[in-house]
């Protein structure tokens, strides 16, 4: 089983919708949860972190942590065709060291 | 605003080529990080320095990969022999600490063998 599952999609949405991108973990050492944002050709940009479980919001972004399930989501509301990009989760038992990623899910947002 | 800053961007090199990549972290920033990532995957941590010092070097394929920050501040990544495996881009990241403060990539270098 691998560490970290994320859908690698593409995922395509129109304009203005609510996307839910997700991933999975099977280390319960983890305790740092963070969302990564990354433009093609360019290197991963932190959108959210969280420590523990919970949910936290900034703008149209919020993230949630389910521990019990080992589950964490990322939704966007209102979504712009500049949100499209390659959207990473990563987990850290220790804060930002030792950062493991998912595979990115690639986000297609159309006009 | 403060950025990481890798050079070159691109690289095409042939295997068994020897190769190097440059990193210059965020002024003041302590801890530094090289990550691997292959098309299609998330990045792969290689290594951590704390100021000049190796922190973690656990997943670095020391046959052929080397890295360095010998006065602390900007870091070298070698690879002698280059494979055609190491095709991926190499991304650089640094912190202000090594404990909860963001770690800020860089734009990456992007390497070709053939």
């Known amino acids: 089983q691998k560490e970290v599952e994320q859908d690698p999609g593409p995922l395509s949405v129109p304009e203005g919708a609510i996307v839910s991108l997700n991933c999975t973990y099977s280390?319960?050492?983890?305790?740092?949860f963070m969302w990564y944002r990354q433009y093609s050709r360019k290197g991963p940009e932190l959108l959210m972190y969280?420590?523990?479980?919970g949910n936290k919001e900034d703008g149209r972004f919020t993230a949630q942590v389910d521990k019990s399930s080992k589950y964490i989501s990322l939704f966007i509301r209102d979504s712009q065709p500049s949100d499209s990009a390659t959207y990473l989760c990563?987990?850290?038992?220790?804060?930002?060291?030792?950062?493991?990623f998912g595979t990115g899910t690639r986000l297609l947002v159309s006009p | 605003e403060a950025e990481v800053a890798q050079s070159p961007r691109y690289k095409i090199t042939e295997k068994s080529q020897a190769v190097a990549f440059w990193c210059d972290p965020i002024?003041?920033?302590?801890?530094l990080y090289w990550y691997r990532q292959i098309l299609g995957q998330g990045p792969e941590l290689l290594v951590q320095?704390?100021?000049?010092?190796?922190?973690?070097d656990s997943q670095l394929p020391k046959d052929r990969f080397s890295a360095e920050r010998l006065k602390g501040v900007d870091s070298t990544l070698k690879i002698q022999p280059a494979e055609l495996g190491d095709s991926a881009m190499y991304l650089c990241?640094?912190?202000?600490?090594?404990?909860?403060?963001?770690?800020?990539f860089g734009q990456g270098t992007r390497l070709t063998v053939v």
């Open positions: 969280t420590y523990s479980s």
């Open positions: 990241a640094s912190s202000f600490d090594s404990s909860n403060t963001e770690a800020f």
């Open positions: 280390n319960s050492a983890f305790q740092y």
């Open positions: 002024s003041g920033h302590a801890t």
């Open positions: 320095f704390q100021d000049e010092s190796v922190v973690d």
């Open positions: 990563a987990f850290s038992p220790t804060g930002f060291q030792k950062l493991v």
